[in-house]
């Protein structure tokens, strides 16, 4: 998160807000037609915990190899959409700068070509994180964004046109990152070696199943990249630079709670395979309780002091760029809450009402904002539709998982993870709002700020929003922590 922070404040000054702006618009683009991957990554994270927690070694060899072909095929057909209907779009529709758009074009084929890369990795990324290996993706991710910090400085070493360059080093980026994944994987799991799947009725299950995925994949895509594209006709690329920076501190601020998540994800699914519902249930539960804390910890002082924050971050700051950044963080707290939930649903395999309802709702931000922006509206009103239909989609999902999962308590879930949650939520922000009301702006209220809502906000969870047991845990595990570190100083 830290080198990340300082990547995107060296990027922005380096290529200046409209070259951002262009590449977060154009770049942008091409995850439109993400949504054929969208809806196969969650089938192939689905299917592989699935066989791993019924402990069937032939049929998940049989699963990651077809999940290769399907993505080889997604992959073609993404570069044939995106270089003909995609292509057409960035040359007659786009709000560019005058002189730019050779630049753009440059930025499209090279962003298509990093996309394809991330497809036909998905196998391999999901069979990770389906074993388990946590520690290794974390090492990898490290590597990956230290490999993004060396771009960046290369963007200051080398006499070329710096938009054009940045999208070529981050698709070698790309290119090695998949390459390092990939060796991983076939050295230590048996079932990457490759086998030509000849199972109809596999392939005909993988892709049913993902069917229903993706309606709701475009409709995250039009909710995402949708929007983007709408603030860039209606407002121009500098809305985009503003958006791009938001949305790389929402990034930032989420990798907790998504590495979180994607550590308990695989459990859900296999506790569903293994027909132990109990633990399935208690595990939602807490997951989703749990990614709250951590989110809301992480948040509050950056939604508190974003316009300072900002200001020390970045030299320059895009107008609109405050606003935007707390909106979606105001977004990504409800979609964090439903993200075990999500993760319940597919493990169901029952998801073709729940894809049908939310997707339609997702794709409803679209239409909505485009009516906001003709009648005038400021370019903050799509993030307020889009905070809107979070929360009834979170309803929905509680419903859903509820129909199809009866040892799922609804009334349990509202209890232990909002109700509990409100003084937690009232407390930790009234003492740090006081002092934002009482002290001036500056370095000194923001370290002050930062330290009294952390500081805060953990002790309020642990007192009042933490079970006995879950205490008990917290405690052992410090404790745990405390001797595994004497214990190295000794040796």
């Given at each position: 998160m830290l080198v990340s922070l300082y990547t995107s404040r060296v990027v922005l000054n380096t290529l200046g807000i409209e070259n951002y702006g262009i590449y977060n618009v154009v770049g942008g683009m091409v995850t439109l037609f993400g949504f054929f991957n969208g809806a196969m990554s969650s089938a192939t994270q689905r299917f592989l915990s699935i066989d791993l927690g019924r402990n069937d070694n032939i049929q998940l060899r049989k699963t990651f190899n077809a999940t290769q072909i399907i993505h080889l095929g997604i992959s073609l057909i993404i570069l044939i959409l995106a270089e003909t209907i995609g292509l057409w779009f960035l040359n007659n529709y786009l709000n560019l700068p005058e002189g730019r758009m050779d630049a753009a074009r440059w930025v499209y084929h090279f962003s298509v070509f990093s996309f394809m890369i991330t497809i036909l990795q998905v196998p391999y990324n999901a069979l990770i994180i389906a074993h388990e290996r946590m520690s290794i993706y974390a090492h990898f991710s490290i590597l990956d964004v230290l490999l993004k910090l060396l771009s960046v400085f290369m963007l200051t070493w080398v006499l070329f046109d710096k938009l054009k360059l940045y999208a070529i080093l981050i698709f070698f980026v790309s290119l090695i990152m998949a390459a390092v994944y990939r060796m991983y994987s076939i050295i230590n799991f048996t079932e990457t070696k490759f086998l030509i799947t000849r199972d109809k009725s596999m392939y005909k299950t993988l892709i049913g199943f993902s069917g229903w995925n993706l309606f709701g994949g475009v409709a995250g895509v039009a909710k995402v990249q949708g929007v983007s594209i709408l603030l860039n006709i209606f407002f121009g690329t500098v809305i985009n630079a503003a958006l791009g920076i938001a949305t790389q501190i929402f990034a930032m601020v989420n990798l907790f709670v998504n590495n979180f998540q994607m550590a308990s994800n695989p459990q859900i699914i296999k506790s569903y395979a293994a027909e132990d519902k109990k633990y399935m249930v208690n595990l939602i539960i807490r997951t989703s309780k749990f990614s709250f804390y951590l989110l809301f910890i992480i948040t509050l002082p950056v939604i508190l002091e974003i316009d300072y924050i900002l200001k020390i971050w970045l030299k320059l700051v895009p107008y609109y760029t405050s606003s935007f950044t707390i909106l979606i963080l105001i977004n990504a707290v409800?979609?964090?809450?439903?993200?075990?939930?999500?993760?319940?649903?597919?493990?169901?395999?029952?998801?073709?009402?729940?894809?049908?309802?939310?997707?339609?709702?997702?794709?409803?931000?679209?239409?909505?904002?485009?009516?906001?922006?003709?009648?005038?509206?400021?370019?903050?009103?799509?993030?307020?539709?889009?905070?809107?239909?979070?929360?009834?989609?979170?309803?929905?999902?509680?419903?859903?998982?509820?129909?199809?999962?009866?040892?799922?308590?609804?009334?349990?879930?509202?209890?232990?993870?909002?109700?509990?949650?409100?003084?937690?939520?009232?407390?930790?922000?009234?003492?740090?709002?006081?002092?934002?009301?009482?002290?001036?702006p500056g370095l000194f209220r923001l370290i002050f700020v930062t330290i009294a809502s952390l500081n805060i906000s953990i002790v309020i969870i642990y007192l009042i929003g933490l079970k006995n047991n879950e205490k008990y845990f917290i405690k052992e595990a410090i404790l745990g922590l405390i001797l595994k570190i004497k214990h190295r100083k000794n040796l």
């Open positions: 409800i979609d964090t809450i439903s993200g075990p939930l999500m993760t319940a649903l597919q493990a169901t395999g029952k998801i073709k009402v729940y894809q049908s309802v939310v997707g339609i709702l997702l794709v409803l931000i679209l239409p909505m904002s485009y009516l906001l922006f003709s009648l005038g509206f400021p370019p903050q009103s799509t993030f307020n539709v889009s905070i809107a239909i979070a929360i009834i989609a979170f309803i929905i999902r509680l419903l859903l998982t509820k129909k199809q999962l009866p040892e799922f308590s609804v009334k349990q879930f509202l209890h232990e993870v909002l109700l509990i949650n409100v003084p937690v939520i009232l407390i930790s922000i009234a003492i740090p709002s006081l002092i934002i009301w009482v002290v001036q």
